[in-house]
């Protein structure tokens, strides 16, 4: 495992904040970085804009249209994240799609991303049983793929766990991503599932977007993923966005931190 990725466990309920790179501008998410890590954030997950991101809903596809439209590319990207990396050494994973890989060869790319200083690779369209020739390149360097069960993965979370680096993430709800009013998905039973084949981090995200959910989830979890609710953020206030998100960051993570006091 990652040794940063370890770190972000480390020290309570993690909470893991996603934004889509270059939306606004790569200028305010490299801010945002900075901002969210002050608030309480404890592992960044950078979202590489593509064309047609299938789990994504209405809010961070349109974010990836706005990126895409503002010019972001992978190397800008790479290049955003070795600034960052020259100020904080927040856990950061990549969260985008086999296509976004593929096309910029995929040895070439974990690669650029285990020198700029990235810890781990999430890439929701790959299935387990098709993760292998990713998941090869990235233990050569050093790269945690992070793998995902879903309320239907059923018998396959103890294969998939059995093979888990990093953290796992446990999508709470079937369909895209997005803010839900309610999440019915029984957590504790998948994150017990993984607990049973190996003693690894599990974080819970897709649909949480409020205090009380990231209380609950964290209750059953080690972690809670939040992206839709800060991209729209970023979305609705552009350039000024940064106090706004950092707010909402460190009221979120108190309430995940909060949870753990009641167990």
Do not use: W
Not at 121 to 132: F, S
Not at 170 to 193: H, K, N, Y
Request: hydrophobic share 40%.
């Amino acid at each position: 495992m990652s040794k940063r990725i370890a770190e972000a466990f480390k020290n309570g309920k993690a909470f893991i904040a996603f934004v889509t790179c270059g939306d606004p501008s790569l200028k305010v998410t490299e801010q945002l970085v900075y901002g969210m890590e002050e608030a309480g954030a404890d592992l960044i997950e950078l979202g590489i804009p593509f064309s047609d991101p299938t789990a994504e809903g209405p809010v961070i596809q349109g974010a990836n249209v706005r990126a895409l439209a503002g010019g972001v590319t992978t190397d800008k990207i790479f290049e955003m994240v070795e600034r960052i990396r020259k100020n904080s050494q927040i856990p950061m994973v990549f969260m985008t799609y086999a296509n976004v890989v593929f096309s910029y060869g995929t040895e070439r790319f974990v690669k650029k991303a285990a020198e700029v200083g990235m810890d781990g690779l999430i890439l929701p369209d790959v299935p387990y049983e098709e993760k292998e020739e990713f998941d090869l390149v990235c233990s050569a360097y050093g790269l945690d793929l992070i793998s995902l069960i879903a309320p239907t993965s059923h018998e396959r979370i103890s294969q998939i766990a059995r093979d888990a680096k990093g953290f796992v993430y446990c999508v709470s709800s079937l369909g895209v991503t997005g803010m839900r009013s309610e999440i019915t998905t029984d957590i504790g039973a998948m994150v017990g599932l993984v607990k049973k084949e190996k003693d690894i981090p599990c974080a819970v995200g897709f649909g949480i977007s409020n205090p009380e959910q990231a209380k609950k989830m964290a209750s059953q979890a080690d972690g809670v993923i939040v992206g839709s609710a800060i991209v729209k953020l970023c979305g609705e206030y552009g350039a000024d966005c940064v106090p706004y998100v950092k707010e909402y960051v460190r009221k979120m993570k108190e309430a995940a931190m909060a949870s753990e006091q009641e167990i």
